[in-house]
């Protein structure tokens, strides 16, 4: 017990000197951020408190609650790995402790379940909101527990799924990726099989009910019922009770395993003709750090990556969703895939402050060769559009397969999505340099700058040639002096 408590006090030691050295951004820049985003989302959840929006069905429910659920279960993949096989961190050096097994699986637990508390009570806040405003008050010890049992299941869930994939070699993208899609397109043919779909769900049942039970919630205001809640602190039993007897089994002789999956190369198909036409049109230098940027985010240098693959391809989905529930033609159905080109570029191509963020504790070395401010700040901006140029082709070959449309209309539809595309990269990647050191709070400032200048963008398009030019010349002003900042290292010796 002693050794347990004195890792989670090392612990909480660093997170309290992490919390001073961004305190300006954590209790002021970042309410003021998010006190933003609120007013902004505020109308609409009036909106829901009053009950315009009508409830979904069961089916969609479900489809959300899954989608919600593999989302949460495998963006942290790649944090979770490296804090239980710390191969490339100073945590490495506690194998060499005697500290038993049960001692530090308890603080990786505990510390998991911290680093959830965040998402999980984002999600109950707003169903708090929501209900605060329709009914005045909606206090229940139901609610508490129900937040408190979806916690525990979630952070012992993603253990498994960890400890599970590294020992049979699933933790590789090439095989991850794949094994949740197979899952998700078994569960949406199954979902109206009854049995085989609560058959197939049933590792996540408990949490399943509570996130449905939340979106019903949020349009009925109802409590949650205990038999969920129930369920779901079984289940967290049962899941920590395998995964202590498999990292006491497997801690060991998997380490190699994950640092090989860590540090394996990954060869990019195309990436010698990107360099070489970078190389050509911006120069050497550039070229090197665009292409180097790449090949981190196809070896997955973050967890942000699934989120952001996962995002646009919900954006893909809802496209479809919407040409076959409302309209596959006209004005509304070209105005949604330009919605579509926005936000799936915009989810690809925020990579770029989460890249910058995973940089620093390496940026003595871009300041140990000559780089320019001027280079660094290409070199992010052209890497913002690169990486979300998917977003733009999968959009169109979506909307094409689905739509209808004749040549001309086509043909101009191409072009607006690629002034969407070009607007939304260039902007994420022009403010890549805000907030360098929280990511979290950066993305909301920038999209709240790029996708509210798109939305009168896809509106009246040949706005366009006025907007951009402009706003694009003092953005590049301010992402150079930027740049010039934190590659002298100003910024870090005023924080």
Known sequence: MNLLLKLLQYRTIEKLRQIKENFFTLFILGPAILTFVYLIAEPYMRAVADGVYRLPSEPKIEIFAVSLILLLLLSPISSVANEFYPTQSADSYLDALAIDYVQKFLALLIIRITKNIPTIFLLFALEQITAIKSIGSSFSFYHFAAAFAAL???????????????????????????????????????????????????PFAGLKDIVEEISVSFFTHRLFQIPAVLFSLALSIVYFTISLYLYKKWAIIDRE???????????????????????????????SQVVRDLILTFRFFSSAVYVSIAIAVLTEIGLIVYAFRYSNKGTGFEIAVQ??????????????????????????????????????????????????????FITLSVAFLVGQFDLNTALFLILKTLLVWLLVASFVGALVFEITSRPTLAIPFVAIASLSIATLIIRVWWLWFFVYPYIIDKLHIRGRERAYILLMGIEEENE
């Open 257 to 287: 395993v994950v640092e090989q999956v860590l540090g394996q190369k990954t060869v990019l198909i195309g990436i010698k003709s990107i360099q070489k036409l970078i190389q050509w049109l911006k120069g050497q230098e550039i070229a």
């Open 339 to 392: 919605a579509a080109t926005a936000l799936a570029t915009f989810s690809l191509s925020s990579l770029a402050p989460t890249l910058i963020k995973y940089q620093l504790p390496f940026f003595h070395l871009e300041r140990s060769f000559p780089s320019k401010p001027e280079q660094l700040y290409q070199s992010k901006l052209i890497y913002g559009r690169i990486v979300a140029l998917p977003g733009l």
């Open 152 to 202: 525990v299941q979630l952070s012992v869930s993603q253990i498994l799924i960890v400890l599970l994939a590294a020992h049979f070699g699933f933790l590789r993208l090439t095989r991850l990726l794949p094994s949740a899609g197979i899952f998700f397109l078994l569960f949406l043919l199954s979902i109206n099989s009854g049995f085989a779909t609560e058959l197939l769900l049933l």
